[in-house]
């Protein structure tokens, strides 16, 4: 096993017997929400995950080693660390692991942590993207090129409109990454359920799903999948309210000079605030919707 990673008990016992596991990320928790929801959301998302009947495993980077399967004190631990914990993408884990500091995961970072544990569906809330002005600024998200090379699948709500999303998709189309719509025929907004944008492959099962997983594995065509399941219609944002939360949020990030791996942190907080935290609880919501599923893919994936 590879020198620098634990894999937790539990998630260890799992894999060994061929049992369902489905990866977490945590920027989602130290960079995504606020403090205390984001470690009680981390905690009730693992939850979600062992009633579907999958083990969780919450990826981070501890104390410069990778972890694979975190406890509910290093969960918490992270929540409350907030910003105060680096953001780690690829370009991040070789110096914290050499510095022995910590981290926490992007969904590039997760991708690749989850595939040296050997796990190959991971859930979360939204990939980050092609941000709105990268024609000019460049912020296009590592996320997408690990999508392109590491062969986990991301079980997400699509893409906040805080990014480019036809940009996004194009951008997925060139790097040869299949984008799949369960049960819609537009890609998903994240907090809302269409973008107006057609997208990918729809499924309407995870049958389909765990087929064409593993079909492309099978074939030796390695990297990702982005499966986007819209955010139930019940908690669903209203879109002029939400779009125009984005767009001051943007204008702000523009006028104050923000960049780098700072831009999605600042966007999502400002978000929050401007829509006066309603837009926290459909991003709760759609992020246990989004377990459930992984976990119903993980468990067909597994069987076979
Ligand atoms: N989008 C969200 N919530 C998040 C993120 C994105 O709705 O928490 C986080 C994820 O960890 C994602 C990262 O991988 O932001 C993307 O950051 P960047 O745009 O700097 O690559
Ligand atoms: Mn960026």
Redesign the pocket.
């Known amino acids: 096993m590879n020198q620098f990673l634990d894999i937790a008990p539990e998630v260890l016992s799992a894999l060994h017997a061929g049992r369902p596991v489905v990866a977490l ?1 945590s ?2 928790i130290s ?3 606020p403090y205390p929801r984001n470690a009680e959301t981390a905690l009730a998302v693992e939850k979600v995950v062992r009633e579907a009947g999958a083990v969780p495993a919450t990826i981070a980077i501890l104390g410069g080693r990778l972890k694979a399967g975190l406890t509910e004190g290093e969960i918490r631990r992270l929540g409350e660390a907030g910003h105060r914990v680096a ?1 780690v ?1 690829r370009r991040d884990i070789a110096g914290i692991v050499a510095s022995g500091a910590d981290g ?5 970072a ?1 991708m690749i942590i989850a595939a040296m544990a050997g796990i190959r569906v991971f859930a ?6 092609v ?1 709105r002005g990268a024609e000019s600024s460049m ?1 296009i ?3 997408l090129d690990e999508l392109a090379r590491t062969d986990v699948a991301v079980i997400c709500a699509g ?2 409109s805080i990014l480019d999303i036809p940009r996004t998709l194009e951008y997925l189309e060139t790097k040869g990454v299949p984008v799949v719509v369960y049960r819609g025929d537009e890609f998903p907004a ?1 907090y809302t359920s269409r973008s107006g944008v057609p997208a990918g492959t729809r499924m309407d099962s995870v049958g389909e799903i765990a087929a064409m997983l593993k079909a492309k594995w099978s074939l030796g065509l390695g990297g990702g999948a982005v499966i986007a399941n819209p955010i139930p219609a019940e908690n669903e944002m209203e879109p002029a309210v939400i779009n125009g939360a984005i767009d001051k949020a943007i204008a702000e990030a523009s006028k104050e000079g923000v960049r ?2 700072d ?3 600042f966007l ?1 907080a400002r978000v929050k605030d401007l829509t006066g935290g309603d837009s926290l609880e459909s ?1 709760i919501a759609l992020v246990m919707n989004n377990a459930r599923l992984a976990a119903a893919i993980a468990e067909r994936l597994a069987a076979d």
């Open positions: 990320e920027t989602i960079h995504g929400m953001k993408s926490a995961t992007t969904v590039a997760t979360t809330g939204g990939i980050g993207g941000h912020d998200s590592a996320d893409a906040k994240f780098g791996k831009v999605t942190p999502l991003n």
